[in-house]
């Protein structure tokens, strides 16, 4: 599904990553996984059009994203849905109008029907239909995370990538979001890439994972691999299970 090689990234003068190669399969949860400064945004960030690569490649479903014609970058932005790491919701719109903003943008439906595949996606994110009417600063944290993954949802995407989805939340609140997040892709079959320092999520719900560490993707793969990899620069967490 996604395939980047080589990729180096840089800002100004400073080099982030220095030779990136890992692939991430259709239908997989994916982790990006690293310490804090280590490049997992700037990472993500390569596949979602909002940090073009020094050198080396992103290939999603087998085109080039960054050599792509406008049209194809076009058609591969709305195959993916982005939930960011501090993605705010508007507040001056409703729950409802949050989740449809990309749809009133990108779709050519109605706004009645828009309305209806907005609540479709805050039912199937685990939000009561009363939610809808209600503003951002009317919501708890789990709650506006739910949000802003239902608007990430609603073009139907066929990749979601998530930057920290439990960052902020309570531990009752974070593995809710882990199973709802297994949940979507079992019932959508999409694929998902997300960011995550959560122990528990990578334990529980990452099929394969890489850690950037010092520039390099010091480990990929699964975590039976991670746990006989002695010398994965996360160490430290899998030893307190
Ligand atoms: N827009 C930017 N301009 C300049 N430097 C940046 C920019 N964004 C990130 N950086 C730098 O790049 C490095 C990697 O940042 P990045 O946000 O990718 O890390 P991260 O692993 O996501 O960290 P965290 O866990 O804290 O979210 C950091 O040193 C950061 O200061
Ligand atoms: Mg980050």
Redesign the pocket.
């Known amino acids: 599904m996604i395939v980047c090689k080589d990729i180096v990234t840089t800002?100004?003068g400073?080099v982030?990553h220095e030779g990136a190669n890992f692939h991430i399969k259709s239908g997989e949860i994916y982790g990006l996984l690293?310490g804090?400064?280590?490049?997992?945004?700037?990472l993500l960030k390569t596949m979602i059009f909002l940090k073009k690569p020094a050198s080396g490649s992103v290939k999603i479903g087998g085109v080039d994203i960054w050599r792509a014609t406008q049209e194809e970058q076009q058609n591969i932005k709305l195959q993916m849905g982005v939930m960011f790491?501090f993605g705010a919701l508007f507040s001056n719109m409703s729950v409802l109008d949050n989740i449809a903003i990309m749809l009133k943008e990108y779709s050519k439906f109605d706004s009645s029907d828009i309305d209806e595949i907005a609540k479709m996606w805050l039912i199937k994110v685990g939000l009561k239909p009363n939610a809808m009417s209600l503003y951002p600063s009317e919501l708890s944290g789990g709650m506006k995370k739910r949000v802003a993954l239902a608007r990430a949802l609603a073009l139907s995407p066929k990749v979601l990538f998530l930057d920290e989805p439990n960052s902020g939340l309570d531990p009752i609140s974070a593995r809710a979001m882990d199973r709802l997040v297994c949940e979507l892709r079992d019932s959508l079959g999409i694929t998902v890439v997300m960011?995550t320092?959560d122990v528990d999520s990578i334990f529980n719900i990452l099929d394969r994972f890489l850690i950037?560490d010092n520039k390099k993707i010091a480990f990929e793969g699964d975590l039976k691999q991670a746990l006989a990899f002695k010398d994965n620069p996360l160490k430290d967490l899998f030893l307190m299970r």
């Open positions: 800002y100004g400073k982030i690293g804090s400064g280590s490049g997992k945004t700037t790491q960011v320092h950037v």
